[in-house]
């Protein structure tokens, strides 16, 4: 079979309707495997010829690492699928993780794409071992460790944890895996060093040897001085407990910082997806408040009721995460149903009068502009957006526009009529 016939070349809103009208039960789910695949090209056009014809939907990642899915099954073919990912050796027995919300609208198509890694995660694997990972823990440990002081850290994205997050976890503010992990180690870096000058004053036994590699938090591909991983005195350690969204990210976040030294690296096992099955299952208390993000249509899952997030562009208690709809833009961001109304569901005054033109002036304007499709850039700094929406709203009261740009488009537009 010609492989380039093997993907999907039909616009979304056909595949919206396809998808409406097929009326069958779909069930939402995740796995990965870090597991080393030789023939990725070949496994690829296997996996994707196999899954079509079971009428799986979603975006799955090969590597020569292994394999990153989130799917999307008619749940009558599930024992199908199951069969099929058994009777592959590689991905024998893979647990996967049942989303909790599901509408069966979470993908659209399916894609198979072959990749360098199945995170993007910037890290340089050969500085470190990736396979001395931390702890495993389930729901129930979690919680207990959570109550018995364990330092709990946010491994995902700053917009991530802007809709939801554990109790008094530590999130990062970068918007990278890699920018994360530079920030978490600075942080425990700083922990760790706060302690010595405690003990310091305390007694002058203690030496001076920290768990920073090269005295570096911030380098983190820099090669250690000593070939072996730094080990330092346990009674410094904070324990630590890593999460993310289906714990795939702190299989490596967890192997790095035992690599800085940390000995006490515990991680949930399955993610908050697999928490929240579990929380449900079991009736335990769920220390994971709001919402979970996920890289699906949904764009997140509710867990609890709590709203722990702020509407970025109002500031009131809000966890409503959106798309900019200008399509250039297509910005993430925290937003209130009135902010939703008052920007037209833009992100600013200057996103929302290009959505407000008519059809036609939108695609003159958007001419030789590039459309962002991703998903996964957001809005960093809401202040500077506060800002700037006060700005704009200024200029608007003065000149009436924001893009004095379109009245050329215009003039265009009506000399071509
Ligand atoms: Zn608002
Ligand atoms: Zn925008």
């Given amino acids: 079979m010609d492989p380039h016939r093997l993907r999907n070349l039909l616009h979304p809103d056909l595949l919206r309707k396809r998808l409406e009208h097929e009326g069958k039960p779909r069930t939402t789910l995740s796995f990965y495997r870090y597991v080393r695949l030789e023939e990725v090209e070949g496994m690829r056009h296997a996996l994707y010829a196999e899954w079509q014809a079971l009428g799986v939907l979603g975006r799955v990642y090969l590597a020569p690492e292994g394999i990153n899915a989130q799917v999307s099954i008619p749940t009558d073919t599930l024992d199908r699928f199951r069969s099929a990912l058994d009777a592959r050796p590689e991905f024998r027995a893979v647990p996967w993780k049942i989303a909790v919300e599901d509408d069966g609208r979470s993908f659209l198509k399916l894609m198979v794409k072959v990749k360098r890694k199945i995170v993007a995660d910037g890290l340089a694997d050969d500085a470190f071992d990736v396979s001395n990972v931390g702890a495993h823990l389930d729901a ?7 109550e018995e002081g364990a330092l709990v850290i946010d491994m995902r994205n700053n917009y991530e944890c802007a809709i939801g997050h554990f109790e008094g976890a530590y999130l990062p503010k970068a918007d990278t895996f890699r920018g994360a992990i530079e920030e978490v180690v600075g942080m425990l870096g700083e922990r760790v060093r706060g302690c010595e000058g405690e003990k310091k004053r305390e007694s002058e036994e203690v030496n001076g040897e920290w768990p920073l590699v090269n005295g570096n ?3 983190v591909n820099a090669q250690p001085a000593i070939k072996q991983s730094v080990t330092h005195s346990t009674t410094q350690q904070p324990e630590i407990l890593l999460y993310c969204t289906g714990g795939i990210r702190c299989e490596k976040a967890s192997a790095f910082l035992k690599h800085h030294g940390y000995t006490n690296v515990n991680q949930l096992h399955g993610g908050i ?9 079991q009736g335990l208390k769920s ?5 979970n993000f996920v890289f699906d249509e949904r764009l997140a899952e509710r867990i609890t009721d709590d709203v722990v997030g702020t509407c970025m562009q109002c500031g009131t208690p809000c966890d409503r995460i959106s798309n900019c709809h200008e399509a250039t833009c297509n910005m993430l961001l925290v937003q209130c149903h009135a902010c939703a109304e008052k920007y037209a569901d833009c992100c600013s005054p200057s996103c929302r009068e290009i959505h407000q033109l008519p059809m036609e002036a939108q695609r003159a304007w958007r001419k030789g502009r590039n459309t962002r499709s991703t998903k996964t850039k957001a809005i960093r700094d809401p202040e500077g ?6 700005e704009e709203e200024e200029l608007i009261a003065l000149h009436g526009t924001l893009h004095p740009e379109l009245t050329s488009i215009n003039r265009k537009e009506e000399a071509s009529a």
């Fill in 140 to 146: 129930e440990t979690f919680n207990r460790k959570m």
């Fill in 217 to 219: 938090a911030t380098n």
């Fill in 273 to 281: 997806i697999d928490y929240a099955r579990q929380v449900k299952a």
């Fill in 287 to 291: 220390k994971y408040l709001g919402q």
């Fill in 385 to 390: 957006l506060r800002r700037r929406i006060r």
